[in-house]
């Protein structure tokens, strides 16, 4: 048998025991050096053990703070360029275990933590000075959490979640923890059990089964521990099997792109690890004593059973909306979190200032971390912060975290429960040999019973025979006799028998020969009918087929009819372009203060927008205009029949439209209806450049969205881009379609109207404005197509593909054009996310391309996700083995 690691031996009613560290609260901002971690464990005599549950229960535990550690992440890529000039906002002395925070080139405020980890702080020292103490007394039977808090972007999952297949000194937490958990219990007589979840808008969902998306959290009453028994609980058996695990759990965790981070964590992933230890108390035994067949047990003593529970929290990183850039469904995403972490913030102030209030059930995750802060548990933070003056607010957000955090204080209590059920298996199984013996002395008595039975029946067996014999020779004399007198009498009757014999085999013939006949005569009648049917089958084919060869050359003539229609229409549509333009280049030169007869002095304003004020002779601004006018009267004149008025009226709605606090309005009092009107009427390609300007303008809302797919507004813009020929009218449409491609609930109606064929048609320009916003597009619509699929929501190839985008994608994915290379990049990124997709990438040429950003990419987080997309997907990995390409 396997013993405890501290010499106890293993065994499991339960009896809290206290874990004691020597540690207080601190009053001031530097904070004095934690105690050794080795010695924060105190066991009791094995005596104790063997006490009541009441004493066991009467001990409270021993105070254990929360121990903090800050770790800074190295500036990236994009800091590197922008922050050249300036300084880390942050200055750290290690040996000292403090941390400056600066406020300007001469002042700073100095903060001081049980750990400060540099930007060069290996994964393994991150893990020894923060999580191992923790895991050891996991092992000893406690509650332990180690948590990660900071902003988005800082380095929270690379420190807790990295797997390190490629490079193991990168492994995070989780798979470090694991490593020794593994290598100090025994398998066959320990258990080892994990859950994953995510805390995501407030409702907890499994992540190792995406449609257990409704958990609840459980609270033992007694103890006052935490658990989620809704949660797919999973044995671990070896380091593999686990790391499977984190990256299953990865795959359908929810993240998003913002400004911040590429690949931002939008939940807070909860690891739950449950260890369950056997420790042998004193000797016990189960002994027996054979006198008069009976067996009784004299003395036993149940063996133990100490249970520790490891929980590992990355939280969600906090963001600001404005530095972020969240809209829409991520905008919510970023409420819900912040909510989340302002929660456990206030719960960890009321902690920390010995409130009689904690705030806990403000929150889910307050909730699930009520052992964690304030609890019984073992708990250490680290707190992730970045160097760049620009978030010098959140770096000192999350410092004042850690010092409030470090000011809460646990009462660590051990967990051991008599192991009932190996007592009972132990009885059972001295049951089993009692029951065994019972039986095998039941068995000599049944042999000797059956003996007696056998030797009794060989008798009767025996006086049986005799009378047989005996009954067989009068048998055999009286059955001679018969046969005598049978032969007499078939002597008699031969000749009678054989006549007879031979009419019924006569007779059985023909009734044969009737049948057979019969029966080829259906099959010939069968036969011919099916012949019939063919026949006429046949004929009918041929029929169909002249009248559908008659119908392909009539509609072969129609459509060189058409393609000849279509032909002169258009040299007339661009004879009365030409006309248009000489008619309005003569009109601008000819004088443009002459009044059309039947028109107002409203028209006169809107057609010369420059108002001169009577009094100061200033020009009026488009506002000032929208005042003097009114917004339904400056509407109207989009319909009017002067064609110089309507392209005025649009051009300032157009501006209106600019402002946000105008949008509502104009959409309001039918604005958004008359510029599609003009897309669908005018043919002046002004005016539908700046309607179509307008119309992106409109579509950064996300209702309005909706108002402009209701209103066939993807079909009219598909048709203008079709029938222009101008760049910056491309460019309008294309910047509408592209505002449009972002709306996760307009994807199918959106491809269906042809959306994604006039992005791909516009590419014909080849002006760089228009390709921008058309691979702004397709990556908007790409991300919302992997979020969709992350979600279930979706299934089955990429909508892109299917409408012939991928060619396009590939041809311009290394374009010197930056703004078209990135919105590429990060569209081949979200495609190859899902396996589905990964064949026809493969074919398209698109896997090279993969490789390519995985390595050279100029942005670290492109080229992160492209290296992750490809070593997760079996198919990619597939074939670059088959290349011999090491990617």
């Not at 405020?109 to 290996?122: P, Y």
């Not at 030797?455 to 014999?469: C, F, P, T, V």
């Not at 029929?543 to 559908?548: G, Q």
């Not at 390519?852 to 670059?880: M, N, V, Y």
């Given at each position: 048998?396997?013993?405890?690691?501290n010499?106890n031996?293993?065994?499991?009613?339960?009896?809290?025991?206290?874990?004691?560290i020597?540690?207080?609260?601190?009053?001031?901002?530097?904070?004095?050096k934690?105690?050794?971690?080795?010695?924060?464990?105190?066991?009791?005599?094995?005596?104790?053990l063997?006490?009541?549950?009441?004493?066991?229960?009467?001990?409270a535990?021993?105070?254990?703070?929360?121990?903090?550690?800050?770790?800074?992440?190295?500036?990236?890529?994009?800091?590197?360029?922008?922050?050249?000039d300036?300084?880390?906002?942050?200055?750290?002395?290690?040996?000292?275990?403090?941390?400056?925070?600066?406020?300007?080139?001469?002042?700073?405020?100095?903060?001081e933590?049980?750990?400060?980890?540099?930007?060069?702080?290996?994964?393994k020292?991150?893990?020894?000075?923060?999580?191992?103490?923790?895991?050891?007394s996991?092992?000893d039977?406690?509650?332990?959490?180690?948590?990660?808090?900071?902003?988005t972007?800082?380095?929270?999952?690379?420190?807790l979640?990295?797997l390190?297949?490629e490079?193991?000194?990168?492994?995070?937490?989780?798979?470090?923890?694991?490593?020794?958990i593994?290598?100090?219990?025994?398998?066959?007589?320990?258990?080892?059990?994990?859950?994953?979840?995510?805390?995501?808008?407030?409702?907890?969902?499994?992540?190792?089964?995406?449609?257990?998306?409704?958990i609840?959290?459980?609270?033992?009453?007694?103890?006052?521990?935490?658990?989620?028994?809704?949660?797919?609980?999973?044995e671990?058996?070896?380091?593999?099997?686990f790391?499977?695990?984190?990256?299953?759990?990865?795959?359908?965790?929810?993240?998003a792109?913002?400004?911040?981070?590429?690949?931002?964590?939008?939940?807070?992933?909860?690891?739950?690890?449950?260890?369950?230890?056997?420790?042998?108390?004193?000797?016990?035994?189960l002994?027996?004593?054979?006198?008069?067949n009976s067996?009784?047990?004299?003395?036993?003593?149940?063996?133990?059973v100490?249970?520790?529970?490891?929980?590992?929290?990355d939280?969600a990183?906090?963001?600001?909306i404005?530095?972020?850039?969240?809209e829409?469904?991520?905008?919510?995403?970023?409420k819900?979190?912040?909510?989340?972490?302002s929660?456990?913030?206030?719960c960890?102030?009321a902690?920390?200032?010995?409130?009689t209030?904690?705030?806990?059930?403000?929150?889910?995750?307050?909730?699930?971390?009520?052992?964690s802060?304030?609890?019984t548990?073992r708990?250490?933070?680290?707190?992730?912060?970045?160097?760049?003056p620009?978030?010098r607010?959140?770096?000192?957000?999350?410092?004042?975290?850690?010092?409030?955090?470090m000011?809460?204080?646990?009462?660590?209590?051990?967990?051991?429960?008599?192991?009932?059920?190996?007592?009972c298996?132990?009885?059972?199984?001295?049951?089993?040999?009692?029951?065994?013996?019972?039986?095998?002395?039941?068995?000599?008595?049944?042999?000797?019973?059956?003996?007696?039975?056998?030797?009794?029946?060989?008798?009767?067996?025996?006086?049986?025979q005799?009378?047989?014999?005996?009954?067989?020779?009068?048998?055999?004399?009286?059955?001679?006799?018969?046969?005598?007198?049978?032969?007499?009498?078939?002597?008699?009757?031969?000749?009678?028998?054989?006549?007879?014999?031979?009419?019924?085999?006569?007779?059985?013939?023909?009734?044969?020969?009737?049948?057979l006949?019969?029966?080829?005569?259906?099959?010939?009648?069968?036969?011919?009918?099916?012949?019939?049917?063919?026949?006429?089958?046949?004929?009918?084919?041929n029929?169909?087929?002249l009248?559908?060869?008659?119908?392909?050359?009539?509609?072969?003539?129609?459509?060189?009819?058409?393609?000849?229609e279509?032909?002169?229409?258009?040299?007339?549509?661009?004879?009365?372009?030409?006309?248009?333009?000489e008619?309005?280049?003569?009109l601008?030169?000819?004088?443009?203060?002459?009044?059309?007869?039947?028109?107002?002095?409203?028209?006169?304003?809107?057609?010369?927008?420059?108002?001169?004020?009577s009094?100061?002779?200033?020009?009026a601004?488009i506002?000032?205009?929208?005042?003097?006018?009114?917004?339904?009267?400056?509407?109207?004149?989009?319909?009017?029949?002067?064609?110089?008025?309507?392209?005025?009226?649009?051009?300032?709605?157009?501006?209106?439209?600019?402002?946000?606090?105008?949008?509502?309005?104009i959409?309001?009092?039918?604005?958004?209806?008359?510029l599609?009107?003009l897309?669908?009427?005018?043919?002046?390609?002004?005016?539908?450049?700046?309607?179509?300007?307008?119309?992106?303008?409109?579509?950064?809302?996300?209702?309005?969205?909706?108002?402009?797919m209701?209103?066939?507004?993807?079909?009219?813009l598909?048709m203008t881009?079709?029938n222009?020929?101008?760049?910056?009218?491309?460019?309008?449409?294309?910047?509408?379609?592209a505002n449009l491609?972002?709306?996760?609930k307009?994807?199918?109606?959106?491809?269906?109207?042809?959306?994604?064929?006039?992005?791909?048609?516009?590419?014909?320009?080849?002006?760089?404005?228009?390709?921008?916003?058309?691979?702004?597009?397709?990556?908007?619509?790409?991300?919302?197509?992997?979020?969709?699929?992350?979600?279930g929501?979706?299934?089955?190839?990429?909508?892109?593909?299917?409408d012939?985008?991928?060619?396009?994608?590939?041809?311009?994915?290394?374009?010197?054009a930056?703004?078209?290379?990135?919105?590429?990049?990060?569209?081949l990124?979200h495609?190859?996310?899902?396996?589905?997709?990964?064949?026809?990438?493969?074919s398209?040429g698109?896997?090279?391309?993969?490789?390519?950003?995985?390595?050279?990419?100029?942005?670290e987080?492109?080229?992160?996700?492209?290296?992750?997309?490809?070593?997760?997907?079996?198919?990619?990995?597939?074939?670059?083995?088959r290349?011999?390409?090491?990617?």
């Amino acid at each position: 048998m396997a013993t405890y690691r501290n010499g106890n031996h293993k065994g499991s009613v339960k009896v809290d025991r206290p874990l004691s560290i020597n540690s207080s609260p601190k009053s001031s901002s530097f904070k004095s050096k934690p105690s050794p971690p080795s010695s924060g464990l105190r066991r009791s005599s094995s005596g104790s053990l063997g006490g009541s549950p009441a004493a066991a229960k009467n001990d409270a535990g021993v105070p254990g703070r929360v121990r903090v550690a800050v770790r800074l992440r190295p500036r990236n890529a994009e800091e590197l360029v922008a922050d050249a000039d300036f300084a880390d906002c942050v200055e750290l002395q290690p040996e000292l275990k403090r941390l400056k925070l600066r406020k300007n080139n001469w002042d700073s405020d100095t903060f001081e933590f049980d750990e400060v980890l540099t930007e060069f702080a290996s994964q393994k020292r991150v893990y020894e000075v923060v999580a191992k103490p923790v895991v050891e007394s996991v092992l000893d039977g406690y509650n332990g959490t180690v948590m990660a808090y900071g902003q988005t972007g800082t380095g929270k999952t690379y420190t807790l979640g990295q797997l390190g297949e490629e490079d193991t000194a990168a492994r995070g937490i989780m798979v470090r923890a694991m490593e020794d958990i593994l290598e100090d219990i025994s398998l066959e007589t320990d258990s080892l059990s994990v859950s994953y979840s995510q805390l995501y808008m407030e409702t907890i969902q499994d992540l190792l089964d995406p449609a257990n998306d409704n958990i609840s959290i459980m609270e033992d009453p007694k103890t006052g521990d935490v658990s989620l028994p809704g949660a797919t609980l999973v044995e671990i058996r070896d380091q593999q099997s686990f790391v499977e695990l984190l990256r299953l759990g990865e795959a359908h965790r929810f993240a998003a792109n913002t400004k911040l981070n590429t690949e931002s964590s939008r939940s807070h992933a909860i690891l739950m690890v449950q260890v369950k230890r056997s420790v042998k108390g004193s000797d016990s035994s189960l002994s027996s004593d054979n006198s008069n067949n009976s067996h009784m047990v004299k003395t036993f003593k149940p063996p133990i059973v100490r249970k520790g529970k490891l929980v590992v929290v990355d939280l969600a990183g906090s963001e600001r909306i404005n530095k972020s850039g969240s809209e829409g469904h991520t905008l919510e995403e970023a409420k819900s979190i912040n909510l989340s972490l302002s929660a456990l913030g206030k719960c960890i102030n009321a902690l920390a200032e010995n409130s009689t209030h904690v705030p806990v059930r403000d929150s889910k995750l307050t909730r699930l971390l009520r052992d964690s802060f304030g609890g019984t548990a073992r708990t250490s933070l680290v707190v992730t912060i970045g160097p760049s003056p620009r978030h010098r607010g959140e770096t000192a957000s999350t410092i004042m975290f850690g010092q409030r955090a470090m000011k809460v204080e646990n009462m660590l209590k051990i967990k051991e429960e008599f192991d009932y059920k190996s007592l009972c298996r132990r009885l059972e199984v001295q049951l089993d040999k009692l029951v065994a013996e019972h039986e095998r002395h039941q068995k000599a008595f049944e042999d000797e019973v059956e003996r007696i039975t056998l030797e009794g029946q060989n008798n009767i067996s025996k006086a049986e025979q005799n009378y047989a014999d005996a009954l067989e020779k009068e048998r055999l004399k009286y059955q001679k006799d018969y046969m005598e007198s049978i032969k007499k009498l078939e002597e008699q009757w031969v000749p009678v028998v054989s006549v007879v014999e031979d009419v019924v085999e006569l007779k059985n013939m023909l009734q044969n020969e009737t049948r057979l006949r019969k029966i080829a005569e259906e099959e010939v009648n069968n036969l011919r009918s099916q012949l019939e049917q063919w026949k006429r089958s046949e004929a009918a084919g041929n029929s169909e087929m002249l009248k559908l060869r008659k119908m392909l050359e009539d509609e072969e003539h129609q459509k060189v009819k058409l393609e000849e229609e279509i032909a002169i229409l258009q040299s007339q549509l661009f004879q009365l372009s030409f006309e248009a333009d000489e008619t309005r280049r003569k009109l601008d030169r000819g004088g443009s203060g002459k009044v059309l007869g039947g028109l107002d002095s409203l028209i006169s304003q809107v057609r010369h927008p420059q108002l001169k004020d009577s009094e100061k002779g200033e020009k009026a601004s488009i506002a000032k205009l929208f005042e003097q006018v009114g917004l339904h009267k400056i509407l109207s004149l989009l319909e009017a029949e002067d064609a110089d008025v309507r392209i005025h009226a649009v051009k300032v709605v157009a501006n209106l439209a600019a402002e946000e606090t105008n949008q509502e309005k104009i959409v309001e009092a039918g604005g958004l209806t008359s510029l599609l009107m003009l897309l669908r009427s005018s043919d002046d390609e002004t005016i539908q450049r700046v309607a179509a300007g307008a119309i992106a303008n409109l579509a950064m809302n996300e209702t309005n969205q909706e108002l402009i797919m209701a209103q066939g507004g993807i079909s009219l813009l598909s048709m203008t881009a079709t029938n222009a020929g101008d760049p910056q009218t491309l460019r309008m449409v294309a910047g509408a379609i592209a505002n449009l491609c972002g709306n996760d609930k307009l994807q199918i109606k959106l491809r269906g109207e042809g959306g994604i064929k006039a992005l791909l048609g516009m590419v014909r320009c080849g002006h760089p404005d228009v390709l921008a916003q058309v691979a702004r597009g397709i990556a908007n619509f790409a991300k919302c197509e992997s979020r969709a699929s992350t979600q279930g929501t979706k299934t089955g190839r990429s909508l892109l593909i299917e409408d012939g985008a991928l060619p396009w994608i590939v041809q311009n994915a290394n374009s010197e054009a930056s703004p078209i290379r990135r919105h590429i990049e990060l569209a081949l990124c979200h495609l190859a996310q899902h396996e589905v997709n990964a064949k026809d990438m493969i074919s398209g040429g698109a896997l090279w391309e993969l490789v390519r950003i995985s390595r050279d990419c100029s942005r670290e987080d492109i080229r992160t996700l492209a290296h992750r997309t490809l070593t997760s997907s079996p198919t990619f990995q597939a074939e670059l083995r088959r290349l011999r390409i090491d990617n």
